[in-house]
């Protein structure tokens, strides 16, 4: 089987997230790395592209040139990752969707529910494919809660508690040359959220998937701890869902000792279950009355959705690239099923789950200007 | 040394906390429990006095006869223990306070504000002292924790996420005979917070004494998940803090998988600090931009708090009753001081945290019958 | 019920076992301390005797005199505790054994393995108990470990894997005023085992006691790092049980970051065990094939041996003066039950135990000597 | 950048780590896997190798045929990877070798030491380059310690304890048609050690690679507990290093709740250090005196080796395909030197690695049939 083609905007020399997608792409052997809108010039762009063995002519300094071009190649790329700054997803990703070429393209899914809307549009219009990388959502573990929670093993919800504390922005550091905190803290290049929007996005995505519930109504209080910040750096939310269940989430970016603390809690009235992104290969569960058990990625007790999702054994750990890696495996599975013109059932990310977390981005924005009011979504 | 004469107000057969109470203050040897109100008839009270070694005179059917008879004794009980359901509190701890009888009262202070705010007058009038048995601060680890903070190791801090999750009322026990179920979810014996009231106020509590801040104002969301419970049995909250820190509380008696998951995470903008009270022997410390360090009791790295709060080295774990004894063993530092007029500085929760405790409740309760809004205490 | 009468060997001033039997000996309020010998001097006896409120005439220089008159008082002391340096156990416990008074002795049985033979015999002439503090096997979830394991949900017992590491003689702390170093690195107080001595031999208890298992032989490689040690620091054995079992056991006193690292780890043909006594209220427990289960202290899954070493419900966690309070415990239950002549069924170390301990320290010291060759016990 | 030709020997269909090699070499985009002798037979090599892409004339049934045929060609493989059981790498390394092509190849090097010393000879008299997967030495946090112990923060080294506990062979699986297994315990393919050999050259290994210390001799008792299986399924070893640090040694494969618990502490007169492979991201290390630091990979404390050998922020967990990679990485870094004729100073394990890996399975093998006698190495 050939790799499908694919090419990149953004992800010049000094982004992380770029390399990130790029080691995702290639982990299982389905893509191959073609073309690139690497940087915002055509010289960076070559210059980046020439370390990852690009042809010059593939470089591009813009992506409109690239949608263009590639578009008219006999073997042009079938497929784009974005990984701009969060206010480049919607302009980029519209001139590959409505020249068909399929999209994977980074979180939070735009800078305004606006452009996410305006998305939410072009990818219905359009025959290709957009995944978004919500990439927590590819973690084994993960997939086997997700599916613990459908198959009843919690009964039914009660409380979800999700949090995803960092602690690098606990310093002015954009003030001091990060480019990372730069545009993160920038809300011309992020939109209106901060933390909420760079990682609580992520845990409010993560709780969604997990256990299928829809949020009806959240009180947001959004704090910004550092002087100067622009945009929050400490995230409170109180959480109710449709059907009865509550929940909290707490996101920040000023808490020490904590690198990337993603981490979820589901309970119901028969059961509870407990996962962290920093130790993913467990997940602890425990059906109310027993004792807890701890399930492991490929182990004992692992369900279809786990294994399938795994490469290795149970107990040589798999890491944040594998759980990337399912995203872009799943991508090549849909554009493969997509030649047939037969998308299958899948378990990635949309554009719909998307405009769901730009939704609510606004909506924690939205409540926290009116003093944590309840806001409907 | 002679041991401080004490009684006990509740704890008869069935009672949990009772029997903590009475292990605690036997663990450094400064009581000896004399007397007894235990149950609420002098039948069953003189049945489990027996089996403590009471004599038959000093059980009694009824704390009032009891204080009365107990202050004319020559050796009569020095200090009595109350250990009742909440409502008690209040009545039985005027009795004694008014006759000069020291009290060390079990939590929350009262089931109504009404209630705490007369004790708290009975309290000052009195020249007896009054010890609340907030016992988790009596954790060496706690100390510690305390300590770093008020000697800045933290840096100004921002943060605060306390969280206090059980399971054992997933199920409607209440209404399957179990005692410890009934009186708890009893708006009568309980007062107006359930959960909240239970182990709630205890995270607050542990938050206020580590941190050293003042709520400001919070705003609590109350659930009852468990059909026909008559209390709150999951309770989130955000806090804000003078001084601009925010934070969360969670509570919640139907997390299965929580047996007594109290854990404090609090941080500032030079450190961060974690402790757990199923692990209470270890404190971790991370000063930001260095590895986090995991602090022990007794261990390298104990502060004098630390030191004096444990009886054993490092390494042979201290538990639950140990802490709850360093209570006591401060309640009798005082008791001994007080002979002769002296009352020296000390950490044990006063009648002042009582009130604040059932000011929490009470202000949680208002903030979530008006829909989660805003309440300032 | 009136507490037993009890006396005390050693456990002065500055000793660190004495202060934590005395802690064992109230926590279930079934023991009195009433008489002792603390120190090797009259004077030094009757000031620690009166810190801990003993009468000055009950304290005493010598435990001759004291077993003497102890036994012709009507209120003499019912049992005593010894808690010297080792050599000084099998002398003392003679004098009380041999007048009838029991005796609760810390392990090892004796410094060499004359004296503990001695000291069998002395206790099988004795109408009087003897109880050795193997204290780690009063742990709850120890019993509950030896319970499983005899219920066969190991099935056949293959490997046993046990350790007790500590780093507190990492440096030559014997040489710079330690007292609890001195006599433990000394072979006229500890006799010929160091490590092997003090700790060793309760990593061998405890694997023995959980396990059922007799020991057929061993190869010990005894080592001394810190230089000038009069005895060993370091203990590496290799171990083969009557029918086929294998296991290693290591126990060092100069491993930094150990404070009491004692840790059991068994594994039959159905299942696996896993206990670390610095976090005792855990059992992990894994039935071939399935998930791995944390079985708790008290908790979901508790057995009955569990429960009925347990004080308070699971997630309270108690530590290890409560597991050292059970050997008391269950102490007075025979004391109690031998004055009708009756002595039932119990788990608690006997003198046989401690001749198996001595023996086990004397086998490894030959291997050692004979370059780690294999010894039959 | 073009990518390194690659061709596989071994890695069929069913095989495990075949797949991982894979992956391996596809993470950091520098391999391009071109050729394989993957199968036994043409026909399945062929099966096997269109699944992966590649073109049917470059996949063999024969690693001698493969590498006649490739040597010739101008794009012919550059380096392959030998997967197979242990009694193939010799002949099929040494037909790569004397034709100028690099081998990266799986452990243990050989089944027989005569072949192993027949490989060192072959490697030598070759231009080409000889890499061993010993692959978890190319985990961050394993390289962070070696490099802490080179530089003196643990002091001079005295304990080392390395553990490899699995329990995939408790039952007779071999028998029962799994393929894994029926090679690894077959004395034909694997050589004469089974555990010992399969995981227990990881540990030694491992502790090799971090310690830097040299084995001096060893006492080995290697059990067979499973009935019919023809090697050992338990390793318990004693080890002497030059210079006087002592050590243990345990790996089996019958270990009920162990998945690949790999595990090396080392304690050195001024510090120690804890690592386990199925939470690699951590390093437990203690300065003597101090707590006990967490250090993690790409995280705070980080030294050079770390940063590294890591690709992505701290926090992000990298696992076991990650440090496999390095191996890979690292081993492109050396191909592409050797271009030039230049080999720079690495990490990676060699030849020589290889032999003194078994060497020591043929010393615990000779040990253990001389009843654990000591055997020099």
Known sequence: MKPIRLGMIGGGNDAFIGGVHRIASRI???????????????????????????????????????????????????????????HVH????????????????????????VDAKKLVAAAEKSDALFVLTHNYTGYPMVRQAREMVRQGDLGRLRVVQVEYPQDWLTDPVEADGSKQAEWR??????????????????????????TGLQLESLA???????EGRRLDDN???????????????????????NENGLRLRVYGDKGGLEWAQEDPNYLWFTPFGEPKRLLTRNGAGATAANQSASRIPGGHPEGYLEGFA????????LIVAARDGKVPDHLLPTVQDGLEGVAFIDACVRSSKRDAAWVRL
Not at 235 to 257: E, I, N, T
Not at 326 to 333: G, L, P, S
């Open 90 to 113: 919607y302009p980029a990703a519209r001139e590959f969707l409505k020249r068909g070429i399929h999209v994977i393209c980074d979180k939070p899914l735009t800078s305004t529910l």
């Open 28 to 86: 299982d052997g389905r893509f191959q790395l073609v073309a690139g809108a690497l940087s915002s010039t055509a010289e960076k762009s070559k210059a980046s592209g020439a370390a990852l063995g690009l042809a010059e002519d593939r470089c591009y300094g813009d992506f409109t040139e690239m949608a263009k071009r590639e578009a008219r190649l006999k073997d042009g790329v079938e497929a784009v990752a974005i990984v701009t700054p969060n």
């Open 235 to 257: 995230v409170h939310v109180m959480l109710r869902f449709d059907g009865g269940a509550r929940g909290m989430l707490w996101s920040s970016q000023v808490a020490p000792g």
């Open 326 to 333: 399912n995203i872009y495996n799943e991508a090549a599975d």
């Open 220 to 226: 947001a209080d959004l704090s910004t701890f550092v």
């Open 185 to 210: 803290t920038d809300p011309e290049r992020s939109g209106a959220g901060g933390c909420v929007g760079d990682i609580g996005t992520h845990a409010y995505n993560l709780a969604r998937f997990v």
